[in-house]
């Protein structure tokens, strides 16, 4: 029977190392290559009217913070889907990460499109928001969807804030926002009828704060 144990403790090895070395891939391919999405872009085939040069650098810009966020939702994703612990909600962050990898294409697209580019510090931020995805995930199921859920939440405000600053004859550019405002709502939904716990306000705060050093400094580097 030794044999039989010692057999079954090798088979649990080996599936965390190939468990690390897809979540390593996943990472080098985020960060490395350009997305895949699986969804159409919802900016085809849309006029982005007359831009001046202001604009279109400005909203490049804004599409960089973008960018940058969906880098980041996918390690806070990554990470929190590692330390899970119930199935289920494993299971519901790998379906809201790959339809994040879809905002991660929309956003690399209209970026090339309008002469900008990606941000230098997407590393930076995709180690940090790993380690927090990991700290939600260990802190236990509720807290887990609960971080999920705020982080939503105030995603779904920073691209609302967004949509102000579009031009409303770029059509491609707001129509690749309005989606992903509409898919980060699902996914805020999502974590609360899963059991996501109410973060105190000044959790909420400091996520806020958080975000905007990512967003201020990314629209810069």
């Given at each position: 029977m030794r044999w039989l144990e010692g057999m079954e403790v090798e088979g649990r090895q080996h599936s965390g190392l190939d468990r690390i070395l897809t979540e390593f891939d996943r990472a080098l391919r985020t960060l490395a290559a350009p997305a895949q999405g699986g969804r159409v872009n919802p900016g085809k085939g849309l006029s982005e009217g007359d831009l001046t040069a202001q604009q279109k650098h400005?909203?490049?810009?804004?599409?960089?913070?973008?960018?940058?966020?969906?880098?980041?939702?996918?390690?806070?994703?990554?990470?929190?889907?590692?330390?899970?612990?119930?199935?289920?909600?494993?299971?519901?962050?790998?379906?809201a990460s790959d339809e994040e990898v879809d905002h991660l294409a929309w956003c690399e697209a209209r970026i090339a499109e309008l002469g900008g580019r990606t941000s230098y510090l997407n590393p930076l931020w995709y180690v940090g928001s790993l380690t927090l995805g990991v700290c939600a995930g260990l802190a236990g199921e509720r807290w887990n969807l609960a971080f999920l859920k705020e982080t939503e939440r105030q995603v779904g405000e920073h691209l609302a804030g967004h949509l102000a600053q579009i031009p409303e004859s770029d059509q491609r550019t707001r129509a690749i926002v309005?989606?992903?405002?509409?898919?980060?709502?699902?996914?805020?939904?999502?974590?609360?009828?899963?059991?996501a716990a109410e973060f105190p306000g000044a959790i909420k705060w400091a996520m806020k704060l958080s975000s905007k050093l990512m967003t201020r400094s990314v629209y810069w580097v």
């Amino acid at each position: 029977m030794r044999w039989l144990e010692g057999m079954e403790v090798e088979g649990r090895q080996h599936s965390g190392l190939d468990r690390i070395l897809t979540e390593f891939d996943r990472a080098l391919r985020t960060l490395a290559a350009p997305a895949q999405g699986g969804r159409v872009n919802p900016g085809k085939g849309l006029s982005e009217g007359d831009l001046t040069a202001q604009q279109k650098h400005h909203t490049a810009r804004l599409m960089r913070i973008n960018h940058t966020g969906e880098i980041c939702a996918q390690a806070l994703y990554q990470g929190q889907s590692l330390t899970a612990r119930v199935a289920a909600n494993r299971e519901a962050l790998r379906a809201a990460s790959d339809e994040e990898v879809d905002h991660l294409a929309w956003c690399e697209a209209r970026i090339a499109e309008l002469g900008g580019r990606t941000s230098y510090l997407n590393p930076l931020w995709y180690v940090g928001s790993l380690t927090l995805g990991v700290c939600a995930g260990l802190a236990g199921e509720r807290w887990n969807l609960a971080f999920l859920k705020e982080t939503e939440r105030q995603v779904g405000e920073h691209l609302a804030g967004h949509l102000a600053q579009i031009p409303e004859s770029d059509q491609r550019t707001r129509a690749i926002v309005a989606q992903m405002k509409v898919d980060e709502a699902g996914h805020a939904e999502l974590a609360q009828q899963l059991g996501a716990a109410e973060f105190p306000g000044a959790i909420k705060w400091a996520m806020k704060l958080s975000s905007k050093l990512m967003t201020r400094s990314v629209y810069w580097v």
